[in-house]
């Protein structure tokens, strides 16, 4: 779901950013002034409760926050915050901060326990899963008061109903990445039915995760993305297994590389990362499909058994800051569920529909995934083993016997051999 | 008694990281999430044999061309003086030096419809060919990182052969193919055997290379069970038990194997 890869990217997009700034400004000299201030806007961070934030000063805690790779804004290029840095100045909590490339990665080092994180981000599903099997505690909102910032949208979500364990920390949507020199198909007729078509063959990208692969499927076939139901998610793999013949490679984070080269035309990504991408490649387009997709947030929780609840509390509620909620959302390209941060975007931003679909699509044609019974995870796991191993069976069929024959047959050539060696030692 | 007290490191080491985690692995082969005994999981194994087939197959293919590149090149480095000796092994070892996901991902570049092969063969008016996302790949990526483990145990082993041995052989009447077949050969036979080990049993559990190079299609073993924990379902006793399965039929190949390495002179291999 998230990046990690270089850095690269993001420079251009600070880049692009702000020759497009410059380019709007008429008179050359506001031009430079312009640029200025938007730089510095970009480095200040303002605090306006330094009364709360001092709270733990000189008691020597530190904190470990656990969370996606690539998903903060870590001061590496210039003109950003680095935001765990400026927390610990703020604060004096010195923050242990380690990625995780999956939620399924997170779930199962807290699951396999001797880890303990305070503050980690997981995904709308996961979190469900934390809060059915009780991995989670419940946030005191009297310690995040820039709770007030969250859009109502991600207030109580399905996920979290009673919004008592987790703060929103970025979303996006799922859509897809094409290349618009090779594809004439006018954007807004492009659906996930692209996917299957024959006329990309081998040319076509394909999520390397069943939950997100399914979802395609699901949409395509008129059934809810929550879904529990075998019938129905044998039929999404029987679409899946159909599509398999004339897809290039299951990948996940691959997708910049073979998107970027040209080494595929068309791909399924999420819309944080196809921003990312766009940047850097003109000829690529990305749509938000009108039958609808998958809608995810990423939310900070406290795990259960956290160590330093309050601190960890302290750091969402930092996390909240407007001016670091806009560094984030500025740096990894996702986002923002803060509406304070989002006031601050620039206006092409905040009208760019990859990013900020309308809210009544938003309302209308997407999904919240939510947790699946453990039976539906196993099912979709099954079947989506099934869809990744079917190859042509005719050359299969030979090969187990084979082997085992050869097998066999090598163990008797070494008992003979031996034999015969012992009765030679003899004489 | 007294040569045991030096050994008390590497026994705890072997105690706490080989022999626990072996024993855990067993036990969560045979139980289910509530922790009791059942043989589901085990049996479950069964429904992935093309998995296990393919598996087997592809590394049992690399394992063979690593040997036949392997051989020829560690004779000729032991006919070669000291000093290109020790410059050419740092070459074999060179890559290496170099990570393991880095060395993969550029075959990925090397060999996708535009990479630089088929861009350099499109030059001279053929392809594109399609190689990336292949069985073909996924061989390719084994050979090319499991190499240098087959290289070295033979180059290590076939050094030592006493210069002396050959010339009697020569002396005796032996041309040079047949002092190869008759003595280099059978001499050199335990650095094979430990080659093909350190060969066959990372490709066989492989899983990066078959993601990276097979584009996700080609599953492998190693694909399955990591799947099990980092996939939709967390079911660590069904990743357990196909590992628990694995490792039984490794050790059986690798049984067969020590039979052939024992005999020779009595070096065991592993």
């Known amino acids: 779901m998230k990046k990690i890869f270089s850095n690269k990217f993001f420079s251009l997009t600070i880049a692009a950013a702000l020759c497009l700034s ?15 201030e938007e730089e510095s806007e970009v480095q200040t961070l303002t605090i306006e409760n330094d009364e709360y934030y001092s709270r733990f000063r000189n008691k020597g805690i530190t904190i470990n926050v656990y969370n996606w790779g690539e998903y903060i804004s870590d001061g590496s290029e210039e003109n950003t915050l680095n935001v765990n840095a400026e927390f ?8 242990n901060y380690t990625n995780y490339a999956t939620n399924e990665e997170l779930y199962a080092k807290l699951k396999g326990g001797g880890a303990s994180y305070d503050v980690i981000i997981p995904s709308d599903y996961m979190i469900s899963r934390m809060i059915h099997e009780n991995m989670l505690q419940k946030l005191d909102f009297d310690n995040i008061p820039n709770f007030k910032y969250i859009t109502d949208t991600f207030v109580n979500p399905e996920y979290d109903p009673q919004n008592e364990y987790s703060v929103p920390y970025t979303w996006g949507t799922v859509g897809i990445i094409y290349d618009t020199t090779m594809i004439d198909i006018p954007p807004e007729e492009i659906d996930w039915d692209i996917l299957w078509n024959e006329d990309y063959s081998d040319r076509i990208l394909m999520f390397d995760n069943p939950r997100d692969a399914f979802a395609i499927a699901e949409i395509r076939l008129g059934y809810s993305l929550n ?24 990948v996940m984070d691959e997708v910049f590389d073979k998107m970027g080269a040209g080494e595929a035309l068309v791909a399924p990504y999420y819309a944080g990362d196809a921003v990312t991408l766009m940047d850097e490649y003109e000829d ?13 947030v990423d939310a900070l929780c406290i795990p259960a058994g956290a160590k330093q609840k309050e601190a960890a509390e302290m750091y969402i509620n930092f996390m909240c800051e407007p001016d670091i909620a806009y560094a984030t ?4 390209g996702y986002s923002t569920p803060n509406s304070a941060a989002f006031d ?44 990744k191993s079917t190859q042509d069976e005719s050359q299969n069929k030979w090969i187990v016997p084979l082997f085992l024959v050869a097998c066999v047959t090598l163990s008797i050539v070494i008992i003979i051999r031996r034999h015969i060696i012992r009765k030679k030692d003899v004489f | 008694m007294k040569n045991k007290l030096p050994a008390a490191p590497y026994l705890v080491w072997m105690i706490v990281f080989i022999l626990v985690p072996l024993i855990m692995v067993a036990y969560f082969a045979f ?56 410059t050419m092994l740092m070459i074999v070892m060179l890559p290496m030096w170099m990570n393991f996901l880095l060395r993969t991902y550029a075959w990925m570049a090397l060999l996708g419809n535009n990479g630089l092969i088929n861009a350099l063969l499109g030059l001279v008016g053929l392809g594109p060919f399609k190689m990336l996302n292949t069985e073909g790949a996924v061989v390719l990526g084994m050979v090319y990182n499991y190499l240098p483990f087959m290289i070295l145990p033979i180059y290590s082993v076939m050094v030592k052969i006493d210069k002396s041995v050959l010339e009697a052989a020569a002396d005796l009447g032996c041309n040079p193919a047949k002092t190869m077949l008759k003595v280099v050969f059978p001499l050199s036979l335990p650095g094979v055997f430990s080659g093909i080990t ?28 990591e799947m099990q924990f980092l996939g939709n379902s967390y079911n660590i006793n069904l990743g357990a038990a196909i590992s628990l399965v694995l490792m039984v039929i490794v050790l059986l190949i690798m049984t067969i194997l020590n039979q052939f390495g024992a005999d020779d002179d009595g070096v065991m291999v592993i």
């Open chain 1, 329 to 332: 959302t500025s740096y990894i």
């Open chain 2, 31 to 86: 139980t289910d999430k509530d922790a009791h005994f059942t043989l589901d999981y085990v049996s479950n194994v069964a429904q992935y044999t093309p998995i296990f087939v393919r598996s087997i197959w592809l590394a049992l293919i690399s394992t063979v061309i690593c040997l036949f590149i392997a051989y020829p090149l560690a004779y000729i480095l032991i006919g070669m003086n000291t000093n290109i000796q020790s």
């Open chain 1, 284 to 296: 690529l387009g990305f749509v938000t499909p009108k039958s609808g997709t998958n809608l995810f």
């Open chain 1, 88 to 95: 610990t100045d703020l604060t004096g909590i010195k923050v």
């Open chain 1, 22 to 36: 410059l380019s709007a400004c008429a008179d050359h000299i506001e031009e430079e002034a312009d640029s200025e």
């Open chain 1, 344 to 387: 601050m975007l620039d206006e092409e931003t905040q009208n760019d529909k990859v990013s900020y679909p309308d809210n009544e699509y938003l309302n209308n044609n997407t999904t919240i995934f939510r947790n699946l019974s453990d039976e539906a995870n196993q099912k979709m796991q099954d079947l989506w083993t099934d869809i």
């Open chain 1, 227 to 250: 879904t529990e139901d075998a019938k129905e998610l044998e039929n999404c793999a029987d679409l899946l297994k159909e599509q398999k013949t004339i897809i290039q490679a299951y």
């Open chain 2, 198 to 225: 350190m060969v066959f049993v990372p490709a066989i559990s492989t899983f990066i290379i078959s993601r990276m190079l097979g584009g996700g299609g080609n599953l492998l073993i190693g694909d399955l069970i």
